[in-house]
Nanobody
């Protein structure tokens, strides 16, 4: 069955970096876009960014431009979210999800999430 498993979260100081991984199984990653979204306590879910099957990045949140990048390794069935210059407001549970395209499509599967906490 379709599975997405996030990992790499943790506690980091402001200004630090983390790399999240999204390992997928049960489908051919090559044919799908993968997006990252996050949810902080008491806040609505927020799209972060997405990478298409043709390796094009779409940013959903202006607040992460210049700090977060997304990449994919189809051979390893894994998508990565590199987060640099982290801020306390980046604290949230981060999820990866599968989509047909980065624009105009909804997620049809997602993982259980990984906690990212940015605090001194």
């Amino acid at each position: 069955q379709v599975q997405l498993v996030e990992s790499g979260g943790g506690l980091v100081q402001p200004g630090g970096s983390l790399r999240l991984s999204c390992a997928v199984s049960g489908f051919t990653l090559d044919y799908y876009a993968i997006g990252w979204f996050r949810q902080a306590p008491g806040k609505e879910r927020e799209g972060v960014l997405c990478i298409s099957s043709s390796f094009v990045t779409t940013y959903y949140a202006d607040s992460v431009k210049g700090r977060f990048t997304i990449s994919r390794d189809n051979a390893k069935n894994t998508v990565y979210l590199q987060m640099n210059s982290l801020k306390p407001e980046d604290t949230a549970v981060y999820y990866c999800g599968r989509k047909g395209t980065c624009r105009g499509a909804s997620y049809d599967s997602w993982g259980q999430g990984t906690q990212v906490t940015v605090s001194s």
